[in-house]
């Protein structure tokens, strides 16, 4: 494995992350398409910054785009960030902020994720990734996210550490009848996508869910097997 420290010390700040569509033509590799992304820092901050219209075209099969996101990294900070109408054309991601696998000691505050296809804040640590704990996402705003493969404003998978989540609002609007595909599982302003999630703690936090039954829930019934 790389080294987590390959880069330290890493500044990005009042960048705009427009329109990066990501390949259709890599359906068998890697995510195409994201905004900002940072992996294998030790210290990084990501700031005042703004990512929309990415990842729409990003058919791949081993995972997608985010809008603005780190993986296997220590000590990062994003905060004062928009992300915000950031998509894929697989099954995969397409949302605004990430904490991927491998990311330790790193804190997402003060974002605001707006209409974007995946989640608004994903918590993901994929398999055979260093471990993911010590991870604080507070003082954010979701709306409108998880439009699309049954995301959430807040969405976790994997076996997460000590991680927590407080202080933040998430509005879940209805589904949008007017674009046919969207939502194709009911959205939740918290998901986690499996039951190897344990370690997770959620306080404080401001769940606004709206549409008719069956649009949106609070939680995944699933959450907690």
């Known amino acids: 494995q790389a080294n987590r420290s390959a880069h330290t010390n890493v500044l990005i700040s009042n960048v705009r992350a427009l329109d990066t569509t990501g390949r259709a033509n890599r359906p068998n590799q890697g995510n195409t398409g994201s905004g900002i992304v940072i992996g294998q820092v030790n210290g990084g901050v990501i700031q005042y910054s703004v990512a929309k219209n990415n990842g729409k075209?990003?058919?791949?099969t081993a995972g997608g785009p985010v809008g603005i996101w780190a993986w296997d990294s220590n000590n990062v900070?994003?905060?004062?960030?928009?992300?915000f109408n950031n998509g894929t054309a697989g099954h995969h991601d397409g949302g605004g902020f990430d904490l991927d696998g491998g990311v330790t000691n790193s804190v997402m505050q003060y974002n605001y994720s707006h209409e974007n296809e995946g989640a608004g804040f994903l918590l993901a640590q994929f398999a055979n990734a260093k471990p993911f704990t010590g991870n604080v996402i507070r003082y954010n705003v979701s709306q409108g996210d998880g439009r699309k493969n049954g995301y959430g404003g807040i969405h976790a998978f994997g076996p997460i550490q000590d991680t927590l989540v407080y202080n933040n609002t998430i509005y879940m609007p209805p589904a949008q009848q007017d674009q046919p595909g969207t939502r194709d599982e009911p959205s939740?302003?918290?998901?986690?996508?499996?039951?190897?999630?344990?370690?997770?703690s959620f306080y404080n936090n401001l769940f606004i869910v709206k549409g008719a039954q069956g649009d949106?829930?609070?939680?995944?019934?699933?959450?907690?097997?």
């Open 57 to 60: 075209e990003c058919a791949s």
């Open 77 to 83: 900070k994003i905060q004062y960030n928009e992300s």
């Open 188 to 200: 939740a302003a918290v998901r986690f996508r499996d039951g190897s999630t344990k370690d997770i």
């Open 216 to 225: 949106a829930t609070l939680f995944d019934p699933n959450m907690l097997q």
